[in-house]
Nanobody, 118 residues
Framework: QVQLTESGGGLVQAGGSLRLSCAAS????????MGWFRQAPGKEREFVGV???????YYADSVKGRFTISRDNAKNTVYLQMNSLKPEDTAVYYC????????????WGQGTQVTVSS
């Protein structure tokens, strides 16, 4: 069982930045695709971005150019750098691991709250 632990959430003013971290318990982390998702109150969970095992990354249009995902395989950690934050970015952010076994995102973190004030 892979455990994912997010950290780094908090309250920030619009235009500010935050960096979220997601630490994985699994040594084979480097072979996983790692995704970030978010869920705002009253809304469905939505895809934010993913960094594949190869290092390629892809983003939702709503965050493209503002958010950057990176990974440090030596630390079993993936990061979500969020710049130029907007109030509509307010949500609980989750990281998820896709072990590339055909099951999709099989493991999820507990989430971390990000609140952007206007």
């Amino acid at each position: 069982q892979v455990q994912l632990t997010e950290s780094g959430g908090g309250l920030v003013q619009a235009g500010g930045s935050l960096r979220l971290s997601c630490a994985a318990s699994e040594r084979t982390f480097s072979s996983y695709n790692m995704g970030w998702f978010r869920q705002a109150p009253g809304k469905e969970r939505e895809f934010v971005g993913v960094i594949r095992w190869s290092g390629d990354s892809y983003y939702a249009d709503s965050v493209k150019g503002r958010f950057t995902i990176s990974r440090d395989n030596a630390k079993n950690t993936v990061y979500l750098q969020m710049n130029s934050l907007k109030p509509e970015d307010t949500a609980v952010y989750y990281c998820a691991a896709d072990p590339r076994t055909g099951r999709g995102y099989a493991y999820w973190g507990q989430g971390t709250q990000v609140t952007v004030s206007s």
